[in-house]
C-alpha cells in the first residue's frame, strides 16, 4: 500500500517516542504501547474537531472501539520517534471507520490500522445512532483508501480457560470499566516470549464485545493454530468480552 | 520542612506531566506514576553524571533499588506539569541515598521521598562495594537534608496469602526481573479502591529485598493494621521479595 499517498486535508499527524515505560526486555516497544498511543492520537482528533469524550459527555454519549485490525512491521527501540496518522473514512448508521498510519522518523511507514467506533449512550446503556454526531463528524469524513485489510471476523474458543484475571484497581478507566490496554496485556502474557518480543511482522485483531466492571473475573482462553494465537476473554456470567487474533505477516508484502 | 531551602549546587531538576496512561479511574496520578518518574529521574540523573546503567553495565554493575520512603500529599491530575528535583546525600560502603521532591506547577512541594540504592555485580550475583563508583559519584555528593524520614523498617508478616501472581511478559524489565512498578501495582490492586484513589496524604515505605524472575509465582500477604496496609510479596521457593506499608499521613504537618 506504500504507493497510497496519505497527505491533504483529512490525515492528522500526532507525535510520540518510545519512553522507558514503553519498552520490554529487549529494549523495544511492546506492541500495547503502540496501541496505546493509536488510541490516544484518536481520542486527541476527535477532541480537537469536536467530538471528542469531553463533548459527547455532555450529550451522556461516548466513544467505543469496537474492531481494530493493526499491522506492525518491526519493533521500536526506547527514544525513537514516531508519528501516528489518521483519517475518518465513513458513518455507517451504527459505526465509524478511523485509520491509522505509523510513520518512524526516517519517515517510514512501519505500521498499520483500520479501526470501528461506535456510540454509546450512557443512560440507556445501549448503542447510539450515528447520526447523534453527524453534525459534529461531518466535516472530517474523508475518501483516503484503508491502508490494511480491515479488522477480520472472529469467532469464539471451544476451549478451556488458560488463565483468569480479576479485575481490579489498576486496570479500570474512568467509567471503571477494564482499560482496552490491560486486555491487550492479559493476551500478550500469555504468547511464548519470543513471539511477542521478537520484532517480527505481526498482524492483530481485536474485537470488544462486552465491557468488564471492576470486580469481574475474566477467564482468559487461547488457541494455537499454526503460528497464529487466537484468544477469548470470557466474563463469569458467559458472555464473550473480548475476541483476539495474533498472526506473523510476511514482511514488506502487505 | 518546607523552611529548607533546596536549591544550589547537587539538586538537579527533571520535569513531568501527567499524561492519560497515569491517570485512573478518577481522572487523577496513580501513585505508581509517580513512583514510575522519580525512578526515570534517577535514572537520568545517574546518567547525566556519569554512572548512570549504561555505563556501569560495561562494568557489569547495575543499580539496584533497596528501600525507597515516599510521602505524596495530594494527587495530580491529569495534564498537570509536575517537576522531581533530584540530589545524592552520602555514600556508604554498601549504599548510596538518593532524595526528592515533587513540586507541582504552582511551586508547590507536594511530594518527598528518601531511598536507598546498591551497587550489583552481575558476574558474581552480589552486592558489589559502593567504592566501585567512587570515582563517578564523589562530584554528587551533597549536604542538603533528607525531605523526610528515612524508609523504615519492615518485618514479614505472618498471615495467608491474599491472591498470587504469575510473572508474565508485561512484568518484567531488561533483567528479565519483574519491574519495581508491577511490584507497587500489585499492592495497590489489593487496597481498598477508596483509599487508592481517594487523593488523601499518603505515606509508602518498600523494601525490595529479592529478585523476581519471568516464570516465578508471588504470593501477596496483606495485614491491615489501623488504616494503614502492610504488604509482603513472596516467592515460591519461600523467599521474600518486597515487603511495603501503606499509611495516610495527617496533612500538612510533616
Not at 477532541?47 to 518491526?74: A, P, Q, T, Y
Not at 459505526?95 to 526516517?106: A, I, K, P, Q
Not at 474458543?157 to 490491560?182: A, E
Not at 473480548?242 to 502487505?254: Q, R
Request: charged share 25%; with cysteine.
Amino acid at each position: 500500500m506504500e504507493n497510497v499517498v496519505y497527505s491533504g486535508e483529512g490525515v492528522r499527524k500526532y507525535d510520540f517516542a518510545v519512553i522507558s515505560q514503553d519498552v520490554d526486555f529487549t529494549g523495544h516497544a511492546k506492541i500495547s504501547s503502540l496501541i496505546c498511543n493509536i488510541l490516544n492520537a484518536a481520542g486527541e482528533d476527535a477532541r480537537r474537531h469536536g467530538f471528542g469524550i469531553g463533548e459527547l459527555s455532555k450529550r451522556n454519549l461516548g466513544w467505543v472501539l469496537s474492531r481494530i485490525g493493526l499491522e506492525v512491521d518491526r519493533a521500536l527501540a526506547e527514544n525513537e520517534p514516531y508519528t501516528v496518522e489518521t483519517w475518518v473514512t465513513d458513518y455507517t448508521p451504527l459505526r465509524t471507520t478511523r485509520c491509522f498510519r505509523l510513520v518512524d522518523g526516517d519517515g517510514k511507514c512501519f505500521g498499520r490500522g483500520v479501526s470501528y467506533w461506535c456510540l454509546l449512550d450512557y443512560v440507556k446503556r445501549s448503542l447510539a445512532p450515528m447520526d447523534s454526531v453527524r453534525s459534529f463528524a461531518d466535516t472530517s469524513i474523508t475518501d483516503i483508501p484503508h491502508p490494511c485489510a480491515d479488522p477480520v471476523k472472529l469467532r469464539p474458543l471451544q476451549v478451556d480457560p488458560c488463565s483468569s484475571h480479576k479485575v481490579k484497581y489498576m486496570d479500570i478507566d474512568f467509567n471503571r470499566h477494564m482499560n482496552t490496554l490491560r486486555y491487550v496485556e492479559l493476551m500478550l502474557d500469555e504468547m511464548p516470549i519470543d513471539f511477542v518480543s521478537g520484532g517480527s511482522p505481526v498482524r492483530c485483531d481485536f474485537h470488544f464485545l462486552k465491557e468488564t466492571l471492576l470486580g469481574d473475573t475474566l477467564d482468559v482462553l487461547e488457541l494455537v493454530e499454526g503460528e497464529s494465537y487466537r484468544f477469548e476473554l470470557k466474563r463469569a456470567d458467559g458472555n464473550v468480552a473480548v475476541l483476539a487474533k495474533f498472526s506473523h505477516l510476511p514482511c514488506n508484502v502487505l
